[in-house]
């Protein structure tokens, strides 16, 4: 039987890999780095040895690379038939489990759990066994392999059926819905989700309150955790990277770019999201709309920096949102703009670089999501902005935890809320911001990417 195990000592195990290919029109497979608070963690395992990440093929340069035997040492990528991933990705994780735990759907509507939903469920059972089944070719002996996130919440407890030998972990980077929401789920369904997760010896969440409420959840629906170990670990910024980065020739154009669109001596708010439904990126337009509106003598001494780079695009409820975004930062514009101030600058187009020269030049940074596990922006601006930045972070983030105290704390459904936060932001005194903005990169890069993989690695080693 042991001849049969694989080779690798720890496994990873999510939806989106550190790489996905694109075909050049010659051809050729180009190599582009993943995005998201998950990609950003995972990628400081390294090229260890004995570590493998075990991700979905995404997009149908990524199964050219599959069908090529392209790939990257340390990674393998499944290449589940492109309806069976469309139905579990789209249908099931970003369109159900998502929405669950970010508290987004429209409920007088919404949900409708059909037989279209439970046709899409069985794709995701499929899904999640393609990851099961793959682990437990590849780990070795006694091996331990950390699962992410809601796209495979069935498979520890199909990893454990397989391979009772593994130390088995799951980690969450989303928030957990409070029990009255998540048991919007079918009661079948709900008990799946949670005693697929059981199935993992120790299961990670980024906050407290994200591991009470799943406690809840199982409390309420399957009597209790069993034997499963909870742990909280708050993943942080990577702070000598992005030091490092931020002042490379690159970043550095940018910056020259952007103080060229803002314009001689004004204050820059910053916000850096992907646009998805719970960063809030609407709410926080109107907000500073309100600001405009209601303390006239911000007009032009202001520039609101947004970046909102597409995500999840196959999904109309997210191709909707992205032109809500580009239609009121239009109006904000037009509303207020003079020929020498244009009071929003609006980007969708995905530019790291660009993002870190934003972040250079905050004033402050706004990070007002209705929902979110931890959001790493709120941690990174502090690190990154050169003269340190106020931070307007929603009650709601994961980060608020950890930033709460010198953040100006906001509800993020209250408009007028925000907006008298911003104006409390922009009026800070020089030498408090700047305290501040220490001790929230201080807080914020507490527990770096590496330090946070290997917290959980030794907890799962016992
Ligand atoms: C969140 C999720 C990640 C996901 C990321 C980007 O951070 O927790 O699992 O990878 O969003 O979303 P996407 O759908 O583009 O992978």
């Given at each position: 039987m042991a001849s049969s195990f694989g080779a690798a000592q720890v496994l990873v195990a999510s939806n989106r890999g550190p790489v996905s290919y694109e075909v050049r029109e010659d051809g050729s497979l180009h190599a582009k780095r993943g995005g998201g608070g998950l990609v950003s963690g995972l990628?400081?395992?390294?090229?260890?040895?004995g570590a493998l990440w075990v991700c979905s093929a995404l997009s149908d340069g990524d199964r050219e690379a599959v069908r090529r035997g392209v790939g990257e040492d340390g990674v393998r990528m499944l290449d589940v038939p492109a309806d069976v991933h469309a139905d579990a990705y789209n249908g099931i994780a970003n369109s159900v489990l998502w929405f669950v735990h970010h508290m987004l759907y429209q409920t007088p509507l919404e949900p409708v759990f059909d037989a279209e939903f439970r046709r899409q469920w069985a794709s995701y059972e499929a899904y999640n066994r393609a990851f099961a089944e793959a682990l437990a070719e590849e780990a070795a002996e006694g091996a331990v392999a950390i699962v992410q996130d809601y796209h495979l919440t069935l498979v520890p407890g199909m990893l454990r059926e397989l391979r009772p030998d593994l130390r088995i972990g799951h980690f969450s980077h989303t928030p957990w819905a409070p029990l009255d929401y998540f048991r919007l789920l079918p009661d079948d369904i709900a008990e799946q989700v949670l005693r697929g997760m059981l199935g993992a010896d120790r299961l990670g969440f980024l906050t407290r309150r994200w591991a009470d409420a799943f406690t809840a959840c199982c409390d309420a629906v399957v009597g209790g955790l069993g034997g499963t170990e909870i742990g909280v670990h708050g993943l942080g910024a990577d702070g000598d990277f992005l030091r490092k980065r931020s002042h490379e020739a690159d970043v550095e154009e940018r910056m020259a770019e952007l103080r060229e669109q803002i314009g001689e001596g004004r204050r820059t708010i910053v916000r850096v999201d992907r646009t998805e439904l719970s960063k809030n990126i609407v709410r926080g337009l109107l907000a500073y709309r309100e600001l405009l509106a209601g303390r006239p003598e911000w007009r032009e001494r202001v520039v609101h920096v947004a970046f909102a780079y597409p995500s999840r695009q196959d999904l109309a409820v997210y191709r909707e949102y992205t032109a809500e975004v580009e239609r009121v930062a239009n109006a904000v514009n037009e509303e207020f703009g003079t020929p020498g101030w244009t009071p929003v600058v609006l980007n969708l187009k995905d530019d790291f670089a660009r993002s870190l020269a934003a972040y250079r030049l905050a004033d402050v940074a706004l990070v007002n999501p209705v929902r979110d596990g931890m959001n790493l922006v709120a941690k990174e601006v502090p690190v990154v902005s050169d003269t340190g930045c106020a931070l307007v972070l929603s009650?709601?983030?994961?980060?608020y935890e950890e930033l709460g105290e010198d953040a100006v704390v906001?509800?993020?459904?209250d408009v007028v809320g925000t907006a008298d936060a911003l104006h409390a932001a922009l009026g800070l005194p020089a030498g408090d911001r700047a305290e501040r903005s220490k001790r929230l990169a201080a807080a914020g890069t507490a527990l770096p990417p590496a330090r946070w993989f290997l917290e959980q690695l030794e907890a799962l080693r016992g």
């Open positions: 990628s400081a395992i390294g090229p260890d040895a009650r709601e983030a994961g980060a906001v509800n993020p459904y």
